[in-house]
């Protein structure tokens, strides 16, 4: 089994900065892409930042230019700089991890955007 555990979510100020990271363990054998996705209350879960082990990266248009994935050299861990950050970012952010066909997500972490 695959696990994804996330850390780095909370309370922040518009237009502050927050950092998520997410690590993989268990039988991890080949990790295609790694990435965030959100869903605010109401809203369907939506893709933020996606990498490929190929280094391609993608990003949702509402969060290009403030949020910044990335990977470790392993490719086990995804982070993701989020700054700039507005109310209409408040969500639960999931970690996601594809190998082969299998997908694999986080428990959620939430981030609230409030003055």
């Known amino acids: 089994q695959v696990q994804l555990v996330e850390s780095g979510g909370g309370l922040v100020q518009p237009g502050g900065s927050l950092r998520l990271s997410c690590a993989a363990s268990?039988?991890?054998?080949?990790?295609?892409?790694m990435g965030w996705y959100r869903q605010a209350p109401g809203k369907q879960r939506e893709l933020v930042a996606i990498?490929?082990?190929?280094?391609?990266?993608n990003y949702a248009d509402s969060v290009k230019g403030r949020f910044t994935i990335s990977r470790d050299n392993a490719k086990t861990t995804v982070s993701l700089e989020m700054n700039s950050l507005k109310p209409e970012d408040t969500a639960v952010y999931y970690c996601?991890?594809?190998?082969?066909?299998?997908?694999?997500w986080g428990q959620g972490t939430q981030i609230t955007v409030s003055s």
């Open positions: 996601h991890a594809t190998m082969g066909l299998i997908s694999y």
């Open positions: 268990g039988r991890i054998f080949s990790i295609t892409a």
């Open positions: 990498s490929t082990s190929g280094g391609t990266t």
